[in-house]
T-cell receptor, first 111, second 112 residues
Framework: EPEVTQTPSHQVTQMGQEVILRCVPI?????FYWYRQILGQKVEFLVSFYNNEISEKSEIFDDQFSVERPDGSNFTLKIRSTKLEDSAMYFC?????????FGPGTRLTVL | QKEVEQDPGPLSVPEGAIVSLNCTYSNSAFQYFMWYRQYSRKGPELLMY????GNKEDGRFTAQVDKSSKYISLFIRDSQPSDSATYLC????????????FGKGTKLTVNP
């Protein structure tokens, strides 16, 4: 059964550095999403992406964040200048027939 | 009022017990309701998906949606130690980007 994959599984970075989180969605998914989960808190929507453009974004998704689908398979989330409060698990998801399937996540630690 | 409320627990039951997990919500536009299971530091795994009101059964799991009360439930029969995890409810409205709004999750431990 195809799965959503994410790399890296864990990323440690210094405050102010740029990070790129990568996802390979399942090929027949049309909508792609990024969510994040700060330790001990609920999963929060960041952004949805459809037809190579952002369809909706949350208040969290400010100018420091961007998403891309650079080559038709990978789906990336870039954080330009990381802050301590960006430390969280970041999940990529894809949707098929109203069901959203999540990747295993990237744990981002900002020092 | 929070959009989706879920008792975080923790909930501890003996093996074989029936487990009931619940969420309430405030947004009447929600039409699609899901239950995910999440192990520590892992991605949410889709367990059950229900559209609008009614029941859905899959093996030991039953999902119920009562839209009139804005209340959803997940029942686990004959619970096993392997069911120990955090259970997240999530939901979205029809149309738009179908972004999910999650509850905080209920941590369940099934003791052998």
């Amino acid at each position: 059964e195809p799965e959503v994959t994410q790399t890296p599984s864990h990323q440690v970075t210094q405050m102010g550095q740029e990070v790129i989180l990568r996802c390979v969605p399942i090929s027949n998914h049309l909508y792609f999403y990024w969510y994040r989960q700060i330790l001990g808190q609920k999963v929060e929507f960041l952004v949805s992406f459809y037809n190579n453009e952002i369809s909706e974004k949350s208040e969290i998704f400010d100018d420091q964040f961007s998403v891309e689908r650079p080559d038709g398979s990978n789906f990336t989330l870039k954080i330009r200048s990381t802050k301590l409060e960006d430390s969280a698990m970041y999940f990529c998801a894809g949707i098929s027939y109203n069901e959203q399937f999540f990747g295993p996540g990237t744990r981002l630690t900002v020092l | 009022q929070k959009e989706v409320e879920q008792d975080p627990g923790p909930l501890s039951v003996p093996e074989g017990a029936i487990v009931s997990l619940n969420c309430t919500y405030s947004n009447s536009a929600f039409q699609y309701f899901m239950w995910y299971r999440q192990y520590s530091r892992k991605g949410p795994e889709l367990l059950m998906y229900t559209y609008s009101s009614g029941n859905k059964e899959d093996g030991r799991f039953t999902a119920q949606v009562d839209k009139s009360s804005k209340y959803i439930s997940l029942f686990i029969r004959d619970s096993q130690p392997s069911d120990s995890a955090t259970y997240l409810c999530a939901m979205h409205a029809q149309g738009g980007s179908e972004k999910l709004v999650f509850g905080k999750g209920t941590k369940l431990t099934v003791n052998p």
